[in-house]
């Protein structure tokens, strides 16, 4: 149980388009999502928080109208890299809470490329 | 707000000998912290997390010891296996509703044949 999938893997896109990254949770309904993004050799910095059917909360110096969350249903909620840039380039990783207190399940993660 | 810091950053055990993790939180309301385990390129998975109404659990090799007064928990892995070898990050919840964890910085285990 508590499976969380992610789509694409790997992404490579130019400088100044959008890229948008799927997070699903598979068997459970996912009552909150977070954003995650991690640099090489580095830990995981949170990026939002998203609840079905609300806004995300950003953490601090995280641009909402850069990267753009969507929490649609208790299964699905997607991130999206607006204009992105080279900088913007890191492994972005979801992961689903459900109901019981703290549990969070990670998705495999999405290797962003921006060239 | 909450602060996690992980000691040591690397650490390089022979196979068989035990490793030690420790972190150290800042927020007093912190009631769950778990722990996971990332291998290169893949996603952390859970080994083992602790409530703050406990102060030992064990699966297994893996433990975890929790001083809430001191504010601090540690990963203790026994006998430890070249498998073992992965970035150990341990985390602890924003707010005792429990879904938001901070994370500390990482701990690159290498266990040597």
């Known amino acids: 149980g508590a499976v969380v999938s992610q789509h694409p893997s790997w992404v490579i896109c130019k400088s100044g388009t959008s890229v948008k990254i799927e997070c699903r949770s598979l068997d459970f309904q996912a009552t909150t999502m977070f954003w995650y993004r991690q640099f090489p050799k580095q830990s995981l910095m949170l990026m939002a928080t998203s609840n079905e059917g609300s806004k995300a909360t950003y953490e601090q110096g995280v641009e909402k109208d850069k990267f753009l969350i969507n929490h649609a249903s208790l299964t699905l909620s997607t991130l999206t890299v607006t204009s992105a840039h080279p900088e913007d380039s890191s492994f972005y990783i979801c992961?689903?809470?459900?109901?019981?207190?703290?549990?969070?399940?990670f998705g495999p993660g999405t290797r962003l490329t921006v060239t | 707000g909450e602060n996690v810091e992980q000691h040591p950053s690397t650490l390089s055990v022979q196979e068989g000998d035990s490793a030690v993790i420790k972190c150290t939180y800042s927020d007093s309301a912190s009631n769950y912290f778990p722990w996971y385990k990332q291998e290169l390129g893949k996603r952390p998975q859970l080994i083992i997390d602790?409530?703050?109404?406990?102060g030992e659990k064990k699966d297994q090799r893996i433990a975890v010891t929790l001083n809430k007064t001191a504010k601090h928990f540690s990963l203790h892995i026994t006998e430890t296996q070249p498998e073992d070898s992965a970035v150990y990050f341990c985390?602890?919840?924003?707010?005792?509703?429990?879904?938001?964890?901070?994370f500390g910085g990482g701990t690159r285990l290498m266990v040597k044949p």
């Open positions: 602790i409530r703050s109404n406990v």
């Open positions: 992961s689903a809470s459900g109901q019981g207190a703290g549990e969070q399940y």
């Open positions: 985390a602890a919840n924003r707010d005792n509703a429990g879904n938001m964890l901070t």
